[in-house]
């Protein structure tokens, strides 16, 4: 039976409230419920019910990852798990996978990459701005990994480094300007995913996507509508996470891209390569 120890991170539910709590011997927690002991805690079992000072009952258990993509500290908006399990699905991605990523941000996408190419699987996440890099890299190290996860601060526009790659999946402002670089990336057959917010965007990237060398284009828009739990009266919940952004799929097919079927304003592979 493993119990909960010393620098284990725990989920508390303690009324309508859920957060997670680093657990440190000593160390009290404080919450507008009254406060709670982490040595209560440290050497219990998950699912262990205690109460705080005050007499709420809370209950502790082991988070899901869910529930740490959902805690990440947050400079930009995140990739949701609505968009993400369908991400994962689509491109295919299991143990073993190599996957580009571009438009690190906050890190969810790359956490939940991370989590499933595991455990000789690798991410390559590629992020032009230093503050979101270096806030990915502790949400990173606060879920433990960072192992499987290579950050690479670059533009995009001078191409990747890595070849033969499973999948690549692009959430950056104009996807359709960089597809003959994730077409060199790709292996045979690879997958390619994008979110962008807009459908002005989706129009400019199907448009990209259907002059380029790719295929099997889908456009897919994801809601989730969450209910309240009480059996008595069961009923959708007051507020839910509606349109966050259009997911676009496609695969690779053969033969690159010429610089003169190119869409306009799409990067060429003679200008990736000269620079």
Known sequence: MRVFSEGETVLILLGRKRFLMRLQRDQVQHTHHGLIHHNDLIGQLPG?????????????????LHDMIMSIERVSQIVYPKEIGYILLKLNVGPGC??????TGSGALTIALAHAVRPNGRVYSYEIREDMLRVAARNLADTGLQEWVELKQRDIATGFDERDIDAAFLDVRTPWLYLQAVWNALAEGGFFGAIVPTANQVSELIAALESSYFGDIEVSEILLRPYKPVAARLRPADRMVAHTGY??????IEKALSHQSMPKGQISLEE????
């Open 247 to 252: 997911l676009v799929f496609a695969r690779r």
């Open 48 to 64: 262990i019910s205690l109460t705080t000072h005050l007499g709420y009952p809370l209950l502790a258990l082991r988070p899901s």
């Open 272 to 275: 990736l390569t000269n620079g």
């Open 98 to 103: 190599r996957i580009i990523e571009a438009g």
